[in-house]
C-alpha cells in the first residue's frame, strides 16, 4: 500500500517541482482556500494554542495569525517539492545567507573548528540546508526517517542533492565520532516534543514545554560552537538566513 500510494503521488510532485513559481503560487492559493475555508484543517487545535500562547490579543488579531499561518504553510508544502529539480542556482537566488553570518561561519573555518547549528521548523528550513551546504563546512543534517520508506527514500533525494549529508537521529553520536576528523556543521532542528521524564522544562509561550537536552550535551562533549539560526521570510518565495552564536 505505501508503494501504491507513492506511485500515484510522485509524477504529480515532480509536476509540481518544474512548475515557474508564479504558477506555484496560484495553486497555493487554492490549497489555502480549501484547506482554510473548505476543509478547516486543524482550526480549533491552531486556534487553541494561539489562544494560550498569546492571551493578551483579541480573537481578531489571533484569527488574523492563524489566517496569515494557513497561508504561507500551502505556500511552504508547495515549495518543500521545488527542492526535486531546482537548479542550485536558482536555489541561491531565492534563499540566501546574511553577510555578517557568512563571517561568522568562515571565522570557524580559518580556526579549523566544527561547528553545531541549532535550528527550528521556522520559515523554509529545507531551503536553509541547501544555502548552508553551500559553506566551507561539510554539512550534515539530523533527521528522523519517515514511516513510509519510499517517501523517506524521496526526502533523502531532496535534502542530499546539493551535497548534504544526513545522520540518522538514532545514531547521532556515533556518527559524529565518525565524522571527527572532517570540519563539520551539524544541524540539530529538535523543536518536537521530547520524552517528558528525558526533558529540561521551561516556561515558553505561557505553557509548560519539555525541551531536549542532548544537542547541549553533544556540543559539551565535542567542545563545537553553536550557532543559532533563523530563517526570515523577506517576501513570497524569497529567504534569508540569519546565524547567532549562543
Known amino acids: 500500500m505505501q508503494a501504491v500510494s507513492f506511485y500515484i503521488a510522485l509524477p504529480f510532485l515532480y509536476l509540481i517541482s518544474l512548475l515557474p513559481f508564479w504558477l506555484l503560487y496560484r495553486i497555493s492559493d487554492l490549497f489555502f ?7 478547516g484543517y486543524r482550526k480549533k487545535v491552531v486556534m487553541e494554542n494561539l489562544r494560550n500562547s498569546f492571551p493578551d490579543k ?12 494557513y497561508r504561507y504553510l500551502c505556500d511552504l508544502f508547495l515549495e518543500t517539492f521545488k527542492t526535486l529539480t531546482i537548479s542550485k542556482k536558482q536555489m541561491l537566488a531565492h534563499c540566501k545567507m546574511n ?19 541549532v535550528m527550528g521548523h521556522f520559515g523554509n528550513w529545507e531551503w536553509a540546508g541547501n544555502v548552508v551546504d553551500s559553506t566551507k563546512h561539510q554539512l550534515f543534517v539530523i533527521y528522523h526517517q519517515l514511516s513510509n520508506k519510499y517517501f523517506n527514500e ?8 546539493f551535497g548534504t549529508k544526513l545522520i540518522e537521529m538514532k545514531s547521532t553520536l556515533r556518527d559524529m565520532v565518525t565524522n571527527r576528523k572532517e570540519l563539520t556543521a551539524t544541524a540539530f532542528i529538535a523543536d518536537q516534543t521530547p520524552f517528558p521524564e528525558n526533558a529540561y522544562w521551561t516556561t515558553f509561550l505561557n505553557q509548560d514545554t519539555p525541551v531536549f537536552t542532548g544537542t547541549e550535551k553533544i556540543a559539551s562533549k565535542f567542545n563545537y560552537p553553536v550557532i543559532y539560526i533563523s530563517v526570515k521570510r523577506r517576501k513570497r518565495g524569497y529567504y534569508e538566513i540569519f546565524g ?3
Open 244 to 246: 547567532e552564536l549562543l
Open 33 to 39: 482556500v480549501i484547506i482554510y475555508y473548505v476543509l
Open 99 to 117: 553577510e555578517e553570518t557568512q563571517k561568522l561561519f568562515d571565522s570557524f573555518y580559518v580556526q579549523q573548528r566544527s561547528i553545531i547549528l
Open 58 to 69: 483579541s480573537e481578531k488579531e489571533l484569527k488574523k495569525i492563524a489566517f496569515d499561518f
Open 154 to 161: 524521496l526526502v533523502i533525494k531532496m535534502r542530499t542533492r
